[in-house]
């Protein structure tokens, strides 16, 4: 299951490597044409924001998996191992319910988006909402998985405040 995940990640990353390279390469060509020649890729704002939303939810789920986003764990690290544990879960469910809230707010905009098309390309405006719903899916597989850790009590799961959850906590340690 850990190399599936991790073959997963690394085609996420290369996606989102691939559209971070197009969208620098559409804006500055964009930018050229319109100071040089007076002209332009009219199409390349809309393609640009299209990547940027889907940019920002991929790497928002490849933050999840590496406990990578902002959190405060002071005072998680200064409670008892079972009552750290107990605020994981309460933390996980939360987690959990405000995923289900997306996943079903980015699904009607899903449908809707089926109805409407994008200015110039023409594409549905459902491509936005995917860009939401999509990962969703797979923060809520991620945030699943590591509260069936916490709560077998199995020694890899991550939870906020243990020295070992805390991305570069072993190198903070050595200096």
């Given at each position: 299951?850990?190399?599936?995940?991790?073959?997963?990640?690394?085609?996420?990353?290369?996606?989102?490597?691939?559209?971070?390279?197009?969208?620098?390469?559409?804006?500055?060509?964009?930018?050229?044409?319109?100071?040089?020649?007076?002209?332009?890729?009219?199409?390349?704002?809309?393609?640009?924001?299209?990547?940027?939303?889907?940019?920002?939810?991929?790497?928002?789920?490849?933050?999840?998996?590496?406990?990578?986003?902002?959190?405060?764990?002071?005072?998680q690290a200064r409670l008892?191992?079972?009552?750290?544990r107990a605020c994981a879960?309460?933390?996980?469910?939360?987690?959990?319910?405000?995923?289900?809230?997306?996943?079903?707010?980015?699904?009607?905009?899903?449908?809707?988006?089926?109805?409407?098309?994008?200015?110039?390309?023409?594409?549905?405006?459902?491509?936005?909402?995917?860009?939401?719903?999509?990962?969703?899916?797979?923060?809520?597989?991620?945030?699943?998985?590591?509260?069936?850790?916490?709560?077998?009590?199995?020694?890899?799961?991550?939870?906020?405040?243990?020295?070992?959850?805390?991305p570069g906590a072993a190198?903070?340690?050595?200096?």
């Amino acid at each position: 299951m850990k190399r599936v995940a991790d073959l997963l990640e690394r085609i996420t990353e290369w996606i989102m490597a691939a559209m971070l390279a197009v969208m620098v390469g559409l804006v500055f060509g964009n930018v050229v044409l319109r100071y040089v020649f007076n002209s332009g890729i009219v199409a390349a704002e809309e393609i640009a924001r299209l990547m940027f939303v889907w940019l920002v939810f991929l790497g928002a789920t490849v933050a999840l998996r590496h406990q990578q986003h902002l959190g405060l764990e002071i005072l998680q690290a200064r409670l008892p191992a079972k009552l750290r544990r107990a605020c994981a879960v309460v933390a996980h469910l939360l987690m959990l319910y405000a995923l289900w809230l997306f996943i079903e707010g980015s699904w009607f905009q899903l449908l809707i988006g089926l109805e409407t098309r994008s200015t110039v390309l023409r594409f549905p405006m459902a491509f936005y909402a995917a860009a939401g719903f999509f990962p969703a899916l797979a923060m809520t597989l991620t945030v699943l998985v590591n509260l069936w850790k916490i709560v077998c009590g199995a020694p890899e799961a991550r939870i906020a405040g243990e020295p070992h959850a805390a991305p570069g906590a072993a190198a903070l340690a050595e200096h």
